[in-house]
């Protein structure tokens, strides 16, 4: 079965730079690796996307090795605002269904 | 833009009822997504268009699940008939896949709460 894993949950404190893994064993060779971010009582919104090496935007940086097994979301100095569940989507080689989304890392920034 | 827009927002239902949830992607998207999100599951795709064609339906559950997209604006997921399992969060996305990736950008709606008692 494809699967793609996160840590559960992560504690941080304002100002720290978090990195939050995912891996992905059987991800397809021409697809992008993308992460979202949800709040409680909506829905996912888009952070960052890339397709290999390192892509940079204003909010996070996205790391991806060359073999593209995983990839890393980092939030350079998190706020409160921060406090939220990110999940990486990805597609599949194998497994019946092949677009999946991350378990989900629960990020909680204290003051 | 308004977004994707779902409805409704919230839905209680009894066991054997048929349920209809609605969405209106964004104008000029060319894929639209059904996902479902419970505690115990997670985030799961249901199936997905691309020019109103369904492309992936190996994630609806069982024949009870359908869903439809007559035109670019409008996708509807049925449910018949409903179970108390079926409670969750019912989440439609759209995307401009302008490079042809599955997984480009998708832009989420607020999700309608299912209740089935």
């Known amino acids: 079965l494809a699967k793609t894993t996160q840590p559960i949950s992560m504690d941080s404190y304002e100002g720290q730079e978090v990195n939050i893994t995912c891996s992905h064993n059987?991800?397809?060779?021409?697809?992008?690796i993308t992460w979202y971010q949800q709040f409680p009582s909506q829905g996912p919104r888009f952070i960052i996307q890339g397709y290999k090496t390192k892509v940079t935007n204003e909010v996070a940086s996205l790391f991806i090795p060359a073999d593209r097994k995983s990839s890393t979301l980092s939030l350079p100095r998190v706020s409160l605002s921060d406090t939220a569940v990110y999940y990486c989507l990805v597609e599949m080689n194998t497994g019946f269904q092949k677009l999946v989304f991350g378990t989900g890392t629960r990020l909680l920034v204290s003051p | 833009d308004a977004g994707v827009i779902q409805s409704p927002r919230h839905e209680v239902t009894e066991m054997g009822q048929e349920v209809t949830l609605r969405c209106k992607p964004i104008s000029g998207h060319d894929y639209l997504f059904w996902y479902r999100q419970t505690m115990m599951r997670g985030l799961e795709l249901l199936i997905y268009?691309?020019?109103?064609?369904?492309?992936?339906d190996s994630g609806m559950p069982e024949d009870r699940f359908s869903a439809k997209m007559p035109n670019a604006s409008f996708s509807t997921l049925k449910i018949q008939p409903s179970e108390p399992r079926d409670s969750a969060v019912y989440f439609c996305?759209?995307?401009?896949?302008?490079?042809?990736?599955?997984?480009?950008?998708?832009?989420f709606g607020p999700g309608t709460r299912l209740t089935v008692l």
């Open positions: 268009f691309n020019n109103n064609v369904p492309i992936d």
């Open positions: 996305a759209s995307s401009l896949a302008g490079s042809g990736e599955v997984t480009d950008t998708q832009y």
């Open positions: 059987n991800i397809a060779t021409n697809d992008y």
